[in-house]
């Protein structure tokens, strides 16, 4: 009988040796290269190099050393064909049964802040998919590992059966091909964004699993969380969480909402979420202060909500955010105090983010049947506007802080939104209604008496008068939108007869 043989040429050195000790022990012949044949000779594993196999020494600094008949003839040969075991014989070939192998490290190189083109291209692994990929077409004979965490499974079975189940080496090619091809996608993003090419004719994007959810937004529907593997550092899918229950699909959505809000602050901020839109967004000076003008929003919608902040939770923040039911805490940190305080609620989650990495650009990508959309993110921001005062008269010092925190606001906001606020805080939102005048009047009632001397905010412009009508009745004294409406005339002309600043910005943020 003859003697079997596996390939081994790793990266991730993780239980190779006792992997491939195990298999020498289980009668094994081991094929390897490079620094994995150096790694198992140091521990005592027998090896025989890929070249003594070739009889072809490895050529152009390692490129080429497994892409060869003798290995590739082993991997892809079907051993109960009697055609392709006579060519064997012919050509002195032997078949190989286990393959290990993992690549070159793309991901790790590219990750790097000052890797170089060349040093992306030189880690693009060639003869290790090559590999792959021939013994995963072949998993009816050929055992083929990419993950150390399968070693135990595969010796197991060698052990027990003599050798590994079939449906064992389906699932492992698999996953060999789910490998490869978050590889090459990996590949391909770099290659794409070093051409700039904005729209290519194929896009392929590429998530780890982070966790599996016990359901998705309903307990029917099964669910999980997947990461980008070079995603950005500022986002849910990187956050650390200290305390708290797992968590769940919509905790994962909302919480990327409250992140997406908070990152509009430079000074001490808090924001409520709920059902991904804010409920209360304040300011301050400390983060207390911050949180008091956020709870005063909407102390209603907040119970049960997703809190963010961007400055440290401190012991006198964390008193005020005991004392109601939250689902969710993210800041860049907490006191030691704080900490303490909070974890006394068995299930409040609570999560820090390195909040000195928000700078990122990424794509946007939301699924549809049968399709996805892809999109630039929205990081279009008050700085980058042309605001124009189109009434007659001007924003005062109180209210033009009033618009730009609704303007920062109103961006997150599902439409039709309409964010009512003074300087410190909102007073009233409307969000996701089908005409904006609705979204208006949402607002309104909620901020009730506050809405009088108040700003407000709308993601698009009017087509009417009708809002800045409803602004006016209940003593709205300044508004900020976009413009660009063919009756535009009709709204300044409405604020001016009732002695409203308004402001165009020349830039909307619908957001479905």
Known sequence: MNRKRALISVSDKNGVVEFARGLTQL???IISTGGTKKSLLDNGVPV????????FPEILEGRVKTLHPFIHGGLLAKQDDKGHQQQLAEHGITPIDVVCVNLYPFKETISKPDVTVEDAIENIDIGGPTMLRASAKNHEYVTVVVDPADYGTILTELQQNGETEKATRRRLAAKVFRHTAAYDALISQFMTDLVQEEAPENVTFTYELTQSLRYGENPHQQAAFYSKPLGSQFSIARAK?????ELSYNNINDADAALQIIKEFQEPAAVAVKHMNPCGVGTGETAFTAFEKAFE????????????????VDENTAHKLHEIFLEIIIAPSFSPEALSILQSKKNLRLLTIPFEKQIVTEK????VQGGLLVQEEDYFTLADAELQVVTKRQPTEEEWKALKLGWKVVKHVKSNAIVLTNEVRTIGIGAGQMNRVGAAKIALEQAAEKANGAAMASDAFFPMDDTVEAAAKAGITAIIQPGGSIRDVDSIKKADEYGITMVFTGIRHFKH
Do not use: C, M, W, Y
Request: glycine content about 14%; hydrophobic content about 40%.
């Open 27 to 29: 009668g094994f012949e």
């Open 48 to 55: 025989i190099g890929v070249s003594d196999v070739t009889d």
């Open 241 to 245: 969480q200290l305390h708290g229950k």
């Open 297 to 312: 929003a909407d102390p209603v919608s907040i119970f049960g909500g997703i809190i963010a902040f961007n400055r440290e």
């Open 364 to 367: 946007k990508v939301v699924s």
